[in-house]
């Protein structure tokens, strides 16, 4: 990072005196930066040289990569028996699309979303009480920082004397940046607190308080990915949502047991509880489950279906705190 | 504890209200021991003879006095002793020393709510402090002061001691203290900041200093003292001035919880009679950059520039519009404009506007200026020739940095003023044992 630099303390014309009773190498440094010409004198030289070399190196160079996209595609192959093809498409055939190209289209979205920048960071803020962790807002938090540059922090309230270490590292390491707010497209700021009810707060002039994990996941994720745009499936992943937030983690023994049973159901006709991909939905059930109880304890549709979730890497953020 | 305990209650106790009842057969009395106050009854029977209950309705309010006493339960509640549960029935009471029959003030009065009392109180200083209300706020006074000095050595730091008589206003201006020194004449400080940097030069690393500070300020307001208690920190950073900002929340925050953990009681009593919202903070403490402050100040109608300083009334809005959006009382607003710092702050180093310099707030209010210094004698010489500073003035300030200075950077908080703004109440007065404003000059 650019800081305060101190002034070279040696000036750099110091003289040494150099023994001349020995065989004397010509410098191999000073032959490239002599003059600008040289270095192109180099190249022309190993034209001249070995013409079929270079040709060799350009060959092997396209056999490696050609050797990389062969096992990528195997890779998610692999991945396809195991998963329904929601990454298929990103494994395969997106060798060559940079990762940095996806994140960027960041600000225009989020202008459209939240509304137009003033200048600030423009920080998310949710209230949690430590006794229970929001396990689906840390997953959507790691899915933000994929798509923008997200500065993250976690605080203490003094309402709350102590929190566990794990809590405090729930959002990943900090960021080498974090020194400069303005260099960051959105800020994500957890406070853990003596709440009743989990609450986010972002804009007080132009928006009221949310309340509640189901409804701060679905402004989150709402900058994530759009909702699908058939109503029907959009209010069945708002159905799933409910029902994991009310009946899945404060529901009664039974109540639960109902739960699983339909999400079986579902789960046995199709690989994703809402369309062909990955949803709130999913995201939602999956922390819920897991929070009630072992995997291994569900049905079996249900299990391969957590499996599932794993495999797409998305919930790593989630886990430490499910031990 | 038994019932019917014999007690024998020490010298301090102070009976600051005396009532004799009606046939002359009952005194009761209220005693008083700093904080607390116990109700006494001096009731004719076999201990006390009717000349002895008539020698305790007589004994002048606020007298010393030792009782020898029974402990005993009541069946009600005494609503306005702190002790409400028991009372003591005297079986002996002596006058250790007597007070005079006409006080210069009452003490009801001062544990009334609104200051109505204030100019008096503050003249009879023997007096006044001994409200329940103003001994818990100089206890918790002194355990801030506790808090800091343990706070920081354990950190590592080393208490120093700077002079408060020096040759030069150390901030340049018209806010200092003149004092006769022989033949010539000599300043009061108005902080110890030149000294602070000097033990830093001369590898302290980390130091702290806890002394009066003298300012000449004309300012008749309810945070300003001419002299007050300054509690001041310098300290040498590894690679970023932010390793400073962090030292210093930190030792906030473990004031802050210090006297949330050990001093409720203290608070509580407080709040009887000036009755405020209990302090918020979090940890680590909240960083703000000032483009965010004035991004949110714009939001919500201020019209202000980007170069702007900030004036009391908008710092207040800013702590509002804080806490109403993370809940806390404490925060820092890092990042301020260049051009409304003093000559020594350090630029930042990315945007020439703005410099490596930050002020904390509590409740809307400004407890602490602070910054990077410049370390480099040409640097700092530059920047005083930009601020029209006389050159001649500062020599020696600069020349302590022109033989190998690390990098650093300090601030310093007001005693009073952060005890004042802790309890939430309005008047830096109240947490200051003997004011010094423009107008006050004794006791």
């Known amino acids: ?323 | 504890f038994t019932q019917s305990q014999g007690v024998w209650l020490g010298i301090s106790s102070q009976p600051p209200s005396i009532h004799l009842s009606s046939k002359g057969k009952q005194c009761f009395l209220v005693l008083r021991q700093q904080q607390f106050n116990v109700q006494a009854l001096v009731a004719v029977g076999e201990r006390a003879s009717k000349q002895m209950v008539k020698f305790a309705a007589n004994i002048n309010k606020e007298s010393i006095v030792d009782v020898e006493a029974v402990v005993k339960k009541v069946e009600q509640t005494i609503e306005s002793c702190s002790q409400q549960d028991v009372e003591l029935h005297i079986e002996r009471i002596f006058v250790v020393s007597q007070a005079e029959p006409r006080l210069p003030l009452q003490l009801e009065d001062c544990v009334r709510p609104e200051g109505e009392g204030d100019e008096v109180r503050m003249r009879a200083r023997a007096l006044g402090p001994r409200t329940t209300t103003s001994q818990a706020i100089f206890r918790l006074q002194s355990r801030v002061c506790q808090l800091f000095r343990d706070t920081l050595t354990n950190k590592g730091f080393v208490e120093i001691q700077t002079p408060k008589i020096i040759s030069a206003a150390s901030e340049g201006g018209a806010n200092v203290f003149t004092v006769s020194y022989f033949k010539t004449s000599a300043y009061l400080a108005q902080s110890p900041q030149l000294y602070k940097q000097m033990c830093i030069c001369a590898d302290f690393d980390k130091v702290f200093c806890v002394g009066p500070v003298f300012r000449a300020e004309d300012s008749n307001t309810h945070r300003h003292l001419t002299e007050f208690v300054g509690l001041d920190i310098e300290l040498a950073f590894n690679y970023h001035y932010h390793e400073v900002i962090e030292s210093i929340t930190d030792t906030m925050v473990q004031i802050f919880k210090g006297l949330r953990d050990k001093f409720q009681t203290e608070i509580q009593t407080v709040g009887k009679q000036y009755p405020s919202e209990p302090f918020k903070f979090l940890e680590p403490t909240l960083r703000l950059e000032y483009s965010e402050g004035v991004a949110m100040l714009r939001e919500a109608g201020v019209e202000m520039g980007d170069e702007e300083d900030l004036s009391t009334p908008n710092e207040k809005l800013l702590g509002r519009l804080v806490k109403e959006k993370y809940d806390t009382d404490f925060y820092v607003l890092d990042k301020y404009p260049l051009a409304v710092r003093p000559f020594y702050t350090m630029p930042d180093p990315n945007d020439k506007k703005y410099s490596n310099s930050y002020d904390m707030f509590m409740r809307g209010e400004e407890i602490l200026s602070g910054a990077q210094r410049i370390h480099d004698a040409q640097l700092l010489t530059e920047r005083a020739m930009h601020h029209n500073i006389d050159l001649e003035k500062i020599k020696s300030y600069i020349d302590s940095f022109r033989y190998g200075a690390p990098p650093h950077g300090g601030g310093g908080i007001g005693l009073e003023r952060v005890c004042m703004l802790y309890l939430g109440l309005h008047n830096v007065r109240q947490t200051s044992m003997f004011p010094r404003d423009p107008k006050r000059l004794t006791p």
Request: net charge neutral.
């Open chain 1, 1 to 323: 990072m650019p800081m305060y630099q101190v002034k070279p303390v040696f000036g750099d014309d110091i003289k040494t005196d150099l023994p001349t009773c020995m065989y004397k190498l010509p410098n191999i440094h000073a032959q490239r930066s002599a003059s600008g010409c040289s270095e192109h004198a180099l190249q022309n030289g190993t034209e001249v040289v070995d013409p079929a070399f270079r040709d060799l190196e350009v060959r092997q160079d396209k056999i490696m990569r050609r050797l990389y996209e062969l096992k990528a595609a195997v890779d998610g192959l692999a991945k396809t028996v195991t998963t329904p093809d929601a990454d298929l498409d990103q494994t395969v055939t997106s060798l060559s699309q940079s990762p940095t190209a996806t994140s960027f289209r960041g600000t225009a979205d989020l202008d459209s979303l939240l509304g137009k920048d003033l200048g600030a960071l423009r920080d998310i803020v949710i209230n949690a009480n430590p006794a229970r962790p929001p396990l689906t807002l840390l997953v959507l938090h790691a899915m933000l920082c994929q798509r923008y540059r997200v500065l993250s922090s976690v605080h203490v309230h003094s309402s709350v004397s102590g929190v566990p270490a794990q809590l405090l590292s729930c959002l990943g390491p900090r960021h080498a940046d974090s020194y400069v707010r303005q260099r960051f497209q959105l800020g994500f700021t957890l406070i853990w607190k003596d709440v009743s009810k989990l609450q986010m707060k972002f804009s007080i002039q132009n928006m009221c308080p949310i309340e509640g994990e189901a409804n701060v996941a679905r402004f989150l994720f709402r900058l994530v990915a759009p909702y699908p745009s058939d109503p029907a499936l959009a209010t069945l992943v708002d159905s799933w949502v409910d029902t994991a937030f009310f009946q899945l983690a404060e529901g009664s023994a039974k109540e639960r047991s109902a739960v699983l049973r339909a999400l079986n159901g579902a789960l046995g006709r199709d690989p994703w509880l809402a369309g062909p991909e990955l949803s709130l939905a999913d995201i939602a059930c999956y922390c819920c489950v897991l929070q009630t109880g072992p995997a291994a304890s569900s049905p079996a549709n249900v299990q391969r279906w957590l499996k599932a979730c794993e495999n797409l890497g998305h919930f790593g953020p989630a886990n430490p705190l499910l031990q």
